[in-house]
């Protein structure tokens, strides 16, 4: 069985091949069949990367912190998303063949497949996140507490903010 950084590499792997193809193989309206069934598997590489994208982060990011590390991944994920169509309408706009600009694409998809290689064994991020929740509820199942002392709730802090007034 897959895990689910494997299976994001072979759909970023999928959707560079189908745009490859793309760019090498469509030339123009008369091959119309071509480009439906290049799309369908483009379409299906597409799909396969934003479930299994998504799967991913929720799968490493350590409990209490969801909302923290979904917010970066929706922002980098928001600004990151205008860059491929800029670069692909500026070369279309400078009269460069659409089969390059197609092909320029690729590069991104190329940088994230080297970031999922570089981002390690999935099992074993998995297993420390597990075990910090493990030692998180071993803690407070002994009666320890995790409480943290912010500035206004210590007796100095209390005593500061009473002069303050």
Known sequence: RLDPRWSQMLSVVL??????????????PSQQTLAYILIFFWGLGIGWKWTTDRMLSAAIIPRGQNAEYMG??????AI???APPLI?????EADV???????????FFVIGLFAYW?????????????????????SNSSGEHNNIELPGN????????????
């Open 97 to 107: 063949s659409q089969q390059i600009g197609l092909s320029s694409l690729n590069v």
């Open 80 to 82: 990151l998303t205008w």
């Open 15 to 28: 959707i560079i091949t189908m745009t490859s193809l793309s760019a090498g193989l469509l030339s123009g």
């Open 154 to 165: 210590s007796e100095q802090g209390i005593r500061d903010s009473a002069m303050l007034e």
């Open 88 to 92: 692909y309408t500026a070369l279309n």
């Open 72 to 77: 970066i991944y929706l922002f980098f994920g």
């Open 118 to 138: 570089m981002m390690g064994n999935y099992r074993t991020a998995v297993q420390a996140v597990e075990g910090v929740f493990a030692r998180t509820d071993e």
